[in-house]
């Protein structure tokens, strides 16, 4: 992550959340809005308009983490095949969507954001059933949030993340 002034760290929080891709939860609400199918989702169709979307300063006023060299880091792992994109579509206009970067049986999500209604949590329910279907073991969401814990996450002890990260990167699972 960039700090305030520019600098780049590395973050490992304890404690650590994750979204158990086995207790993923979808709201009434949410489930009927995807059946619905107003939004189309796409796969790495648009990972450098994701990432550039996630870095625009928010309403909320949250601080803005991804700078240009962490911009252009993720672009190359995604050129490399590590990091993807979810996307959701309206007519042909992005809308929302999340990228993360996979290793083996880990997704460790990134960032995620929405300019309509529900686009960013279709984009995370498309990613959980994905990593589902493929066989992942953690949807890592780093930090804890009343959006992210609504969907089911739940924090651990970096101990606990480490055993399972080292079960996550052994599972012969790809993207």
């Known amino acids: 992550m960039a700090d305030e002034d520019g600098e780049i760290s590395w973050y490992d929080p304890d404690p650590r959340a ?5 207790r993923f ?3 009434r609400t949410l489930s009927r809005t995807v059946r619905q199918g107003h939004f189309e989702v796409r796969v790495n169709n648009s990972f450098s ?3 550039q979307q996630c870095a625009r300063p928010g309403l909320d006023g949250d601080e803005i983490w991804i700078n240009t060299e962490i911009m252009d880091s993720y672009i190359r792992l995604h050129q490399l095949g590590y990091a993807h994109s979810v996307e959701t579509w309206i007519e042909g206009k992005l809308v929302g ?5 996979a290793v083996n049986g880990l997704f460790a999500g990134e960032s995620m954001f929405s300019v309509k209604r529900d686009a960013s949590k279709i984009a995370l329910v498309y990613l959980v059933q994905h990593l589902q279907r493929k066989g992942f073991l953690i949807l890592d969401v780093q930090f804890m949030t009343d959006h992210l814990q609504r969907f089911g996450a739940v924090v ?6 480490q055993e399972q990260l080292a079960r996550a990167i052994t599972l012969p699972v790809s993207f």
Request: glycine share 10%; net charge negative; aromatic share 10%.
């Open 18 to 22: 994750i979204l158990p891709l086995d």
């Open 25 to 27: 939860h979808v709201s």
């Open 49 to 51: 308009a994701v990432i």
């Open 156 to 161: 651990i002890s970096r101990a606990e993340y």
């Open 97 to 101: 969507g999340l990228y993360g970067v």
